[in-house]
């Protein structure tokens, strides 16, 4: 017999298990399909997670090694315990997957295991259960991207999975792929030893991040010891009696030169992950990408059908998977809800961080809209000077007619937490003057973004 519900839900990552949540809360009878042996999907099993709790283990243990005799902590030169570092790691993930069981108790949300299959809009197949229901919500996130020719074996070529699971640290880690998870990554084994060389197709690190960011970020990562190859890009990957050669040349063409390396991550970005979903059979549209195409309110072009997170267009991030789910279950529980893609956030969590929301320069000169910036070091910010974490600043572009703050850039310890300032001002429409008459603590580095707006029209007080 079929089970009816209200809502079911393909897929339990971020955008999924939010979307369950707010439904059931909303008094919606839902059910969510998830093939994983564990709920949280990519964010919390192998994305945000995990990498987060690796790269807090390995500051921590490169801080102990550099920064402690400094502040008079005379500590022994720190060993690693790789396998222990890997338990605190599982340990993270295990403690939030089972969160969100809990909380899917709490909401009387039913956990249906093994993989969903739309039969038909209002019909889902998962092993032996035919699930009815009045909607459906494609939830199913992205997978890694594939180097054309190069097998992922997760041992010696290893995508970001691989590299949070390495069994010992490798003398050389060749990194395909200058963006996030090539950086954050790079930053955790770096840390713990390795040599790392990232070779990126594009002239530049991060796309799409403020070029004065990019600059001042890849100086900061050389000298941590990142090596660059930019312009470059990978021709072949042989694995050899020992470790892997990838052959390299310049991006526009030129000779090819062989690298060396114990490991190589593949990191050239996710694509939309739709595969065994049954999309054809039920008719839903996807682009040429492979996302699956919704419009304003996250319907698809078949009625009863939705679709949010990394399956859609849009940035790959899970905050922008949970609101698009929250915002999804109020309005299929017959309220109102949206989305504000002008304001999301955008976090690399390596050190110092990179934090950003909304425009950067070089979007504004291309959309030729006049704005003035403020800058602040925080070289001049008291509690950056009293830690000793002074590198990076925080930058606030604002319209020159209107003040109204557009966008705003930081890079510097604990930039990932100062963002969130930003995020409430430009939510709340503010105007550069706005934040700058605003009362922050002292000592804080979060006094260095109202310096920035301070400067936007006027002077910094501490410059
Ligand atoms: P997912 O989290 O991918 O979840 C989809 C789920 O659907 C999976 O569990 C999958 O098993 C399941 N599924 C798929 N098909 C089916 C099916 N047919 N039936 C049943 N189940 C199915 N984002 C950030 O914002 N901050 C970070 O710090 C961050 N760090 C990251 C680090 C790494 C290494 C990676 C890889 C990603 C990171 N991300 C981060 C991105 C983030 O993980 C994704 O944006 C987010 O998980 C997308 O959420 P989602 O719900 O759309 O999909
Ligand atoms: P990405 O899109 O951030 O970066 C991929 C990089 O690879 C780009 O710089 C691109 O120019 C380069 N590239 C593409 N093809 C190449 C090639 N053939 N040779 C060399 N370089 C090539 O993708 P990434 O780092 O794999 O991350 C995937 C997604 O996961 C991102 O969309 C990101 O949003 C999300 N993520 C978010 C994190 C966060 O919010 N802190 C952390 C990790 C991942």
Same mark, same amino acid.
């Given at each position: 017999m079929a089970d009816a519900f209200d809502l079911v839900v393909i897929g339990a990552g971020p955008g999924g298990y939010e979307c369950a949540i707010k439904a059931a809360q909303l008094g919606l009878r839902v059910a969510v399909i998830e093939k994983?042996?564990?709920?949280?999907g990519t964010c919390l099993n192998v994305g945000c997670i995990p990498s987060k709790a690796m790269l807090h283990a390995s500051e921590l243990f490169h801080e102990a090694g550099t920064s402690f005799e400094d502040m008079g902590?005379?500590?022994?030169?720190p060993k690693l315990n790789l396998q222990q570092m890997l338990a605190f790691k599982d340990e993270a993930i295990d403690g939030n997957t089972k969160g969100i069981e809990f909380l899917f108790k709490k909401n009387k949300i039913e956990w249906v295991k093994g993989e969903g299959q739309i039969e038909a809009p209002g019909k889902v197949k998962a092993g032996d259960r035919t699930l009815e229901t009045k909607s459906i919500v494609i939830a199913t996130g992205s997978d890694v991207a594939k180097l054309p020719g190069v097998e992922i074996d997760e041992k010696t070529v290893v995508s970001s999975t691989g590299a949070l699971e390495l069994g010992k640290v490798p003398g050389k880690l060749l990194v395909v792929g200058g963006g996030v998870i090539g950086l954050e990554l790079g930053s955790v084994w770096g840390r713990l030893g390795a040599e790392v060389t990232v070779v990126e197709f594009l002239d530049n690190i991060l796309p799409g991040t403020d070029g004065e960011v990019v600059k001042n970020f890849t100086r900061t990562l050389k000298k941590q010891g990142f090596s660059f190859r930019l312009g470059t890009k990978v021709t072949k990957v042989e694995k050899a009696k020992s470790g892997v050669k990838v052959t390299v040349e310049p991006a526009k063409g030129g000779e090819a030169e062989i690298l060396d390396a114990d490991i190589v991550l593949v990191a050239i970005g996710r694509v939309a992950y739709t595969q065994g979903l049954g999309l054809d059979k039920a008719g839903v549209k996807t682009d040429k990408r492979g996302r699956v195409e919704v419009d304003a309110s996250f319907?698809?072009?078949?009625?009863g059908i939705y679709a949010i997170g990394?399956?859609?267009?849009?940035? %790959?991030l899970a905050h922008k998977a949970m609101e698009e789910g929250v915002a999804l279950a109020e309005r299929l529980a017959g309220h109102y809800g949206a989305v504000n893609y002008d304001v999301i956030p955008g976090v690399v969590?390596?050190?110092p961080e990179v934090a950003s929301v909304g425009k950067t320069e070089e979007q504004l000169k291309e959309a030729g809209i006049d704005y003035n910036a403020g800058k602040f070091p925080f070289t001049a910010n008291g509690r950056a000077k009293a830690n000793k974490t002074t590198e990076g600043f925080v930058k606030i572009l604002a319209d020159k007619k209107t003040d109204r703050v557009l966008g705003v850039h930081i890079i510097g310890v604990g930039a990932g937490e100062l963002i969130a300032q930003a995020v409430v001002a430009m939510e709340l429409s503010s105007s550069s003057e706005d934040i700058a008459r605003m009362c922050i603590a002292h000592?804080? %580095?979060?006094?260095a973004v109202k310096e920035a707006a301070l400067a936007v029209t006027g002077s910094p007080i501490h410059m």
């Open positions: 994983r042996d564990r709920l949280g902590i005379e500590v022994p030169k319907k698809t072009n078949v009625d990394d399956v859609i267009a849009g940035p %790959m969590y390596t050190s000592p804080t %580095m979060s006094e």
